[in-house]
């Protein structure tokens, strides 16, 4: 029959890890809601990307920490005791690490999306903030175990040399990735256009190449280097919202003011009823150039982005085509006159002529 001392000892451990164990739950599925309903009733902005990033974190803390008190209370020998109680604070310091990395993740992509200026989450930098966070609680680790890292950071400070040598082209563009995020010169979400002449959205930068997603949907991959040192242009810089211009000749027997008139008209319904069309925005043509067989002139709208202008071209061709039938107006073909001396009637009669 097991004795009431040996009953004690047992029951102490067990019931410090089953306090740990519901301490947990509790905490997880109470206090966790109750302190997100108070952050949204004060203004507080606490969104699900925060959510995940925190759960089931805390229930590994209450139950590591249960189980760790349990071994300190338990009648193990000395060495046992030192030896779990060091793997126990590891595992303690390697959960609250992880979750600190995630509540940094969390709040970093809560305010890329909502804070304007705020640098944009891109994989790089979400994976050089997690690597930061990792470094700093391996570091605590090691010290907690009493481990001296000032060796380690000599020790890292001199082979960081050689390996920044030996990984010169990753480490370039991993700086240079960094240059792009934080110039801002290229964002996630951007329409951008590389002087090859590819052009597409970017859908994010990593520590090595930049993703450009094109329009039909096929990916080209930049190093971010070759990026940093090459000339493109970003359709969304310094904002998204660009003129376009649709060129367009009418003949020269046309009465120029209907013509801008019966245009105007035309363009104001295109940026009013068609999608991506800048309701408020007034459009406006200018006469350019007399072209061999028409009049010439270029008409300005403005579209809300660069991928807009597709639709906004496609419906102000088909509807100013047809008003112009409608009004008689013509949009003559192509055509060049020539000169034949041989036809001319003024054509000078050559001295060998008799």
């Known amino acids: 029959m097991i004795s009431s001392a040996i009953l004690i000892k047992l029951l102490v451990p067990t019931g410090l890890i089953l306090a740990?164990?519901?301490?947990?739950?509790?905490?997880?599925?109470?206090?966790?809601?109750?302190?997100?309903?108070?952050?949204?009733?004060r203004g507080v902005k606490f969104n699900r990307f925060l959510t995940d990033s925190v759960r089931g974190i805390p229930f590994l803390i209450f139950f590591v920490a249960g189980i760790y008190a349990a071994l300190i209370s338990s009648s193990l020998g000395p060495k046992w005791q030192s030896f779990l109680s060091q793997l126990?604070?590891?595992?303690?310091?390697?959960?609250?690490?992880?979750?600190?990395?995630?509540?940094?993740?969390?709040?970093?992509?809560?305010?890329?999306?909502?804070?304007?200026?705020?640098?944009?989450?891109?994989?790089?930098?979400?994976?050089?903030?997690?690597?930061?966070?990792?470094?700093?609680?391996?570091?605590?680790?090691?010290?907690?175990?009493?481990?001296?890292?000032?060796?380690?950071?000599?020790?890292?400070?001199v082979g960081g040399i050689s390996v920044g040598l030996a990984l010169q082209s990753t480490l370039s563009n991993i700086f240079c990735g960094i240059n792009l995020i934080m110039s801002r010169k290229v964002n996630p979400g951007d329409y951008v256009k590389l002087e090859t002449g590819e052009e597409g959205y970017v859908t994010d930068v990593t520590w090595r190449h930049t993703?450009?997603?094109?329009?039909?949907?096929?990916?080209?991959?930049?190093?971010?280097?070759?990026?940093?040192?090459?000339?493109?242009?970003?359709?969304?810089?310094?904002?998204?919202?660009m003129l376009i211009l649709v060129e367009v000749g009418v003949s020269y027997d046309s009465d120029l003011e209907k013509v801008e008139r019966v245009t105007l008209e035309v363009a104001k319904e295109i940026m009013?009823?068609?999608?991506?069309?800048?309701?408020?925005f007034k459009p406006f043509i200018r006469y350019h150039s007399f072209g061999y067989f028409s009049i010439n002139f270029t008409v300005y709208m403005e579209v809300k982005e660069f991928i807009d202008h597709l639709l906004i071209k496609h419906e102000f061709i088909k509807?100013?085509?047809?008003?112009?039938?409608?009004e008689g107006i013509t949009i003559p073909y192509p055509i060049k006159p020539v000169y034949n001396p041989e036809t001319s009637q003024n054509k000078p009669k050559s001295p060998f002529d008799f």
């Open 272 to 280: 009013r009823d068609v999608p991506g069309g800048v309701s408020n």
């Open 211 to 241: 993703t450009i997603r094109e329009y039909p949907n096929n990916l080209i991959i930049v190093p971010n280097a070759e990026l940093v040192a090459s000339t493109f242009k970003n359709y969304h810089l310094p904002e998204k919202t």
């Open 319 to 326: 509807k100013l085509f047809k008003r112009y039938q409608i």
């Open 20 to 41: 740990g164990f519901i301490g947990g739950i509790i905490f997880e599925k109470r206090i966790v809601s109750q302190v997100k309903k108070i952050l949204i009733q």
């Open 88 to 157: 126990i604070l590891i595992i303690i310091l390697g959960y609250t690490t992880l979750f600190f990395s995630k509540i940094a993740i969390g709040f970093i992509r809560l305010y890329s999306q909502t804070a304007e200026g705020f640098l944009p989450l891109t994989s790089l930098f979400e994976n050089l903030t997690r690597l930061l966070i990792f470094i700093i609680g391996f570091l605590i680790i090691l010290q907690s175990l009493g481990i001296s890292i000032t060796p380690l950071l000599t020790a890292l400070g």
